[in-house]
């Protein structure tokens, strides 16, 4: 996608603070961090979301998460982390090249990544198997 901004900053049309690169994704710092080391994981082929994104990808994309997260928890002693992978503009997704946010977490960082639980019912739980399974 010739106008895709991730698709230019992959393939290196666009500098970036790079924390690591292959052949199929480059890694690179969040120029709008939610803390300190928050990284995006990007493909270098363009894919708007993970159901676009082939299966091979997918898991190379998720091998790429766990090494980072260990290098990132390594190198910033955080205390936790988060990866999140949003799709579609309602799942907060503002970005429409598929993406991973690698996210270090401290004690007291203000990070929101939280819902309430709710209830699963016994109507939504016979719904949710019968058409998923189908």
Known sequence: M????????A???I???????DE???VILDLG??????SL??????????????????????ILAKKM????????HCDGFNIVQNNGEIAGQTVFHFHMHLIPRYEGDGVGLTWTPGQLSDAD??????????
């Open 69 to 76: 997260a260990g290098k990132l928890t390594n190198a910033l």
């Open 2 to 9: 010739g106008d895709c901004i991730f698709c230019k900053i």
């Open 125 to 134: 739980k016979e719904e949710i198997l019968q058409k998923v399974k189908e």
């Open 33 to 38: 961090p939610a803390s300190k080391g928050h």
């Open 41 to 62: 994981i990007l493909p270098k082929k363009h894919a708007a979301n993970i159901y676009e994104l082939p299966d091979e990808t997918a898991g190379k994309a998720m």
């Open 15 to 21: 500098p970036s603070a790079t924390l690591y690169e």
């Open 24 to 26: 199929d994704f480059r």
């Open 11 to 13: 393939n290196g049309e």
